[in-house]
């Protein structure tokens, strides 16, 4: 494929997929035009290839399921067959025309037969209102998305008011794609936006959450979710947050950052949020959602760590509530943390994220304050390391470590980042910090008088902390001796 160029001078990369041009030439030689249509396009203007190659034709879904052999009949009634040639799918859907969107989510009435032209005219923003022929490389631009590309402008195609009408994800939709891209949302389409959240009562959960995730996952979450914020869309989908704001900082015991329980609060998120410690809790919170974007971190895992970030601390106006002029002590911390784990796992749900991630989020928030200090034994850290579990102990050095520089406590969290060489030195080690690594189990317990149920487990979970402080008790005939003693005693009481 050529390069295709435009009156901007500018080129898109000069191969696309293999595969792509042959289901091209099939189309052109049954006698139908082929483009490729929405994000795909906009990646390749911006350089980089998508994974995803969405595409839109003449054809009628019948007649793309006469030409290919393998082909799933995605959505006919809405025009959209997916091809399966060779190793990749390909969504193909027919140029069409809406009206009427008497759900705010899909159109009353769909029309096929109409041009390229009138299909995109359909679509949400001008950044994904471009299509690329793909026989010729030529770029059907009739909305100016490569213009906004270049200026950095999310803008709503025609009317900002009806796009939004038509299916209310869209207000979501424009804050996601200017996080994503780092964009500024143009002022009439901002001004769309304004007032548009009890439309989002239409939206499904899964799509709300689907949109919020994608926000999270941008290069600066927090930008993305002050435009929610700006545009009162945050409480929409995350009303546990605007209980934080307005809530203002103070100084731990230890000299971190925390939350000040001694005023009322109602104007700490309103001041010099340049400087940590003018910030409220709420920006607190987004900045250690963008803190722990910056962390290192396999892909799979990065939501969930971003999602404690922004969840850790929901419980605090009202345990501070609770204990006015405490709140820094360690009993109110932890049932602080106790508590925000429970609305974090409340919330997540709410959003309908799947199981494994709502507890592991829940249990990340629950231990993020970590109960060490990194000067503390090794048998202290590994106790924090049985409580967090090991498969989330990295992640929750990572999560405190971010809470600290969002705090302004950077001297602190070069220290908490120590931490995680530490553990792994106890983890190389092979130093046992789990029920599961003793040297005994139930069944040895059993056969050496220890009776099953409760005590049995009383009894296990002691020979842990005995072997927490230190790893040398961790011998077969040891850890029976002490069992049989702390059972005779527990008989005894």
């Not at 009439?188 to 936006?193: F, Q, R, S």
């Not at 007032?195 to 930008?223: M, N």
């Not at 809470?403 to 001297?411: D, I, K, T």
């Not at 599961?436 to 008088?449: K, P, S």
């Amino acid at each position: 494929m050529q390069d295709a160029e435009d009156s901007h001078g500018l080129s898109l990369p000069a191969e696309l997929p293999r595969e792509l041009c042959t289901v091209a030439r099939i189309f052109d030689e049954n006698g139908f035009q082929l483009y490729l249509v929405g994000g795909a396009v906009r990646n390749l203007l911006r350089g980089s290839y998508p994974e995803d190659y969405d595409l839109a034709t003449d054809a009628r879904p019948e007649e793309v399921m006469q030409i290919f052999r393998r082909v799933i009949p995605t959505g006919v009634q809405h025009g959209t067959v997916t091809v399966l040639f060779k190793n990749r799918q390909f969504e193909v859907t027919t140029f069409r025309a809406e009206s009427g969107y008497s759900d705010a989510r899909h159109p009353d009435e769909v029309t096929f037969g109409v041009d390229i032209d009138a299909d995109l005219s359909r679509r949400d923003f001008t950044i994904n209102g471009m299509a690329l022929e793909v026989k010729t490389g030529t770029l059907l631009d009739p909305f100016g998305g490569r213009s906004d590309l270049e200026l950095g402008l999310v803008r709503a195609i025609g009317n900002p008011r009806e796009r939004f009408e038509e299916d209310a994800l869209r207000v979501l939709r424009a804050v996601r794609f200017a996080a994503q891209l780092e964009f500024t949302i143009e002022d009439a389409t901002a001004a769309a936006l304004r007032g548009r959240r009890e439309a989002l009562g239409a939206v499904s959960v899964e799509r709300s959450r689907d949109e919020l995730s994608k926000i999270l996952l941008a290069p600066r979450p927090s930008y993305g979710l002050r435009l929610m914020l700006e545009f009162g869309l945050l409480g929409a989908v995350l009303p546990e947050l605007l209980r934080c704001e307005g809530f203002p900082l103070l100084a731990e015991d230890d000299g971190s950052a925390r939350h000040d329980t001694g005023t009322s609060g109602d104007a700490a998120d309103t001041g010099d949020t340049s400087d940590p410690a003018a910030a409220g809790l709420l920006e607190h919170l987004l900045r250690s959602c963008d803190a722990v974007a910056e962390t290192p971190r396999p892909a799979a895992g990065q939501l969930e760590l971003r999602l404690a970030a922004l969840l850790h601390e929901l419980a605090l106006p009202d345990c501070a509530a609770n204990h006015r002029g405490n709140a820094a002590e360690p009993r109110v911390l932890d049932e602080c943390d106790r508590l925000s784990a429970e609305r974090a796992r409340d919330c997540l749900k709410r959003l309908r994220y799947p199981n494994n991630t709502v507890e592991r989020v829940a249990h990340l928030v629950r231990h993020h304050r970590l109960r060490c200090r990194p000067g503390c034994s090794d048998a202290a850290l590994r106790r924090v390391v049985s409580a967090v579990a090991t498969e989330q102990i990295y992640d929750a050095v990572s999560l405190r470590s971010a809470e600290l520089r969002a705090a302004g406590q950077y001297e602190r969290a070069a220290d908490i980042e120590l931490l995680a060489e530490r553990v792994r030195a106890i983890l190389e080690r092979g130093d046992p910090v789990t029920l599961r690594e003793l040297a005994v189990n139930g069944n040895d317990l059993a056969t050496h008088g220890v009776p099953r149920g409760p005590q049995m487990g009383r009894v296990l979970e002691a020979l842990l902390q005995r072997v927490l402080e230190d790893p040398a008790l961790n011998r077969r005939e040891r850890l029976l001796e002490i069992a049989r003693r702390l059972s005779e005693q527990m008989r005894e009481q």
